[in-house]
């Protein structure tokens, strides 16, 4: 017997998904806080270490923050899913981050993200990320 739990998540709602890191990561790297809000509901909260930000607007002032700082790539990966449209999906994945100067690529991060999201009606979005750091 399987419960709701159990039940295969769509293929079509894991490329979403898989879709929505993507816009993460690029929005983030790009410095674009509105693509970046944008992948969060709008009460989103995104944590990680001491700082919580939550709404968009929090959201969009902590990319903001960066500008200034070396460019910078989000490899996102090996993420596992549970749950369903219904109920909402927790996502489990590994980060890591390079920073990119004119001197090469160096490894800056590395660790894991911890998801609740949900399906809005119209796209999935992220109600929760918390980012564990590894090392």
């Known amino acids: 017997m399987t419960s709701k739990s159990d039940t295969p998540i769509a293929t079509e709602d894991r490329l979403a998904i898989v879709q929505l890191f993507a816009r993460y990561s690029w929005a983030f790297d790009a410095r674009d806080g509105d693509a970046y809000a944008d992948v969060f509901m709008p009460e989103g909260i995104m944590e990680g270490g001491p700082r919580r930000m939550q709404g968009r607007e929090e ?65 999935w979005r992220i109600a929760h990320r918390r980012f564990v750091a590894i090392g």
């Not at 390079?98 to 796209?123: C, I, K, N, T, W």
């Open 59 to 123: 959201l969009k002032a902590f990319v903001a923050r960066f500008a200034d700082a070396p460019a910078s790539q989000h490899w996102v990966t090996n993420t596992m899913l549970t749950g369903s449209r219904e109920t909402g999906i927790q996502a489990r994945s590994y980060l890591v981050e390079f920073e990119v100067d004119e001197s090469g690529p160096r490894l800056a991060l590395v660790g894991q993200y911890h998801d609740s999201l949900v399906h809005d009606g119209s796209a």
